[in-house]
């Protein structure tokens, strides 16, 4: 079900992107630390809660993705992968994840739902590369992985450029919503890739 399970086939498409990167000279820890900059940006228009600020943020999301695309490839083509890449790639998307949330929540101050959407989106994280530590292979399977949820944060964005005020029985904004299902699935989802680890480790 998880977007991230396409990501060979993605990187397929993205042939052309990773020749014209090389062409011009970019590197892989470039590329990692310009995929966090459309986050911090994309973080910044959900914070002003304007539809111009979501549909730019979410243009900005679509491109953090990507770009978290081509840094791998990149470096795979460049023959230059290496543990520090790989290191400092999981951390800037750790901080691209807390800051997009972040941004959301500030947007539409509701800063409770921010926590317990940050915190699921950390653990769903986690568990994934904690069952890669102990010999098991990265983890991206779960009802919601990380391609998931940036799909999910660009579409939700865009309905809440086009939707204003409190809708559904909850009388939260698209926002809001977003932020409880992040909240209560990505505590789901880390607790099944757990509960899937555990089984193979038994």
Request: with cysteine; net charge negative.
């Amino acid at each position: 079900m998880t977007l991230d399970r396409l990501r060979p086939l993605a990187e397929l498409v993205l042939d052309p992107m990773v020749a014209a990167a090389d062409r011009i000279g970019l590197t892989p820890d470039g590329i990692s630390v310009l995929a966090f900059g459309f986050a911090v940006a994309a973080a910044v228009g959900f914070s002003l809660a304007t539809p111009v600020g979501y549909v730019v943020g979410a243009l900005c999301v679509l491109a953090n993705g990507w770009l978290d695309l081509l840094d791998g490839a990149l470096a795979r083509t460049q023959n230059v992968d290496s543990r520090g890449g790989d290191l400092l790639d999981h951390v800037l998307d750790r901080y691209a994840d807390i800051v997009l949330v972040v941004g959301l929540a500030a947007g539409v101050a509701r800063y409770d739902l921010g926590l317990l959407a940050v915190t699921g989106v950390l653990m769903t994280s986690y568990l994934g590369t904690q069952i890669q530590a102990v010999g098991l292979g990265r983890e991206y399977g779960g009802l919601v992985g990380r391609a998931d949820r940036l799909a999910l944060i660009g579409l939700g964005a865009v309905v809440a450029a086009v939707v204003g005020g409190p809708i559904g029985p909850l009388s939260l904004s698209v926002v809001g919503y977003l932020l409880a299902f992040f909240a209560v699935i990505g505590h789901f989802t880390a607790l099944q890739r757990f509960w899937g680890a555990w089984s193979d480790l038994s």
